[in-house]
């Protein structure tokens, strides 16, 4: 079945960078997503992959894909205290939509 | 702009009552979504549905209902709410393999 898996917790010091993993299981996967949730809020797109891609750059942000490895990361670089977040991999292919990993909360040390 | 809203953003309410979240998007998308979302869960899919008149049971559609009686709105209906039904609850929505949006969220609790 499909799961994704990411880490629960993060934490990075102010302007270095933070590295997000995640790992997927459904090699149909036509994207992959990377979700950020601020606290109180819904959730918003940051970024996304085709998966005929290995690497995708948006500013800040770095997405990686091994898809031989199924595996999935988010660079940001130079964190700052407003990426205090929760960020969520996601892959589709099911009827269902989106298939979510369980998050991973991105803390800040000043 | 178009958005997707719901409501209330909050509620409290008693075992054994009847709740309904509202959820409306006025994008015109076909597929709209309801997630719960809990501690050390993440997102979970409650049910979802591709247009009108049809619906579709997601993970964890036990003790919920949805109706999609027109394109914009896709009310979510807890018969008889439990306390294991304290969460937050995301409406989303999109269309074909477009970005999925969500709305910001209700926070219910059961007593």
């Known amino acids: 079945g499909e799961d994704v898996e990411q880490s629960l917790f993060l934490s990075v010091r102010e302007g270095d960078s933070s590295v997000i993993n995640c790992t997927y299981t459904d090699s149909s996967s036509t994207y992959l997503y990377w979700y950020k949730q601020e606290p109180g809020a819904g959730l918003q797109l940051l970024t996304y992959?085709?998966?005929?891609?290995d690497m995708k750059q948006d500013q800040r942000l770095t997405v990686l894909l091994n898809k031989k490895d199924k595996h999935l990361s988010l660079r940001i670089a130079d964190t700052q205290t407003g990426d205090s977040a929760i960020y969520f991999c996601?892959?589709?292919?099911?009827?269902?939509?989106?298939?979510f990993g369980k998050g991973t909360h991105l803390i800040i040390q000043p | 702009d178009a958005e997707i809203t719901q409501s209330p953003r909050h509620k409290i309410t008693e075992t054994g009552r009847q709740v309904t979240l509202a959820c409306h998007q006025t994008w015109n998308h076909n597929n709209m979504f309801w997630y719960r979302q809990d501690l050390g869960h993440g997102l979970r899919l409650i049910h979802y549905s591709y247009g009108v008149q049809d619906t579709n049971k997601g993970e964890v559609s036990d003790g919920y209902s949805v109706s999609r009686s027109n394109t914009e709105d896709l009310p979510l209906t807890l018969e008889s709410a439990a306390s294991s039904q304290t969460s937050v609850y995301f409406c989303a929505s999109k269309e074909g393999t477009g970005e999925l949006f969500f709305g910001e969220g209700s926070r219910l609790t059961v007593l």
């Open positions: 992959i085709f998966s005929n891609m």
């Open positions: 996601a892959e589709t292919g099911g009827a269902d939509g989106l298939t």
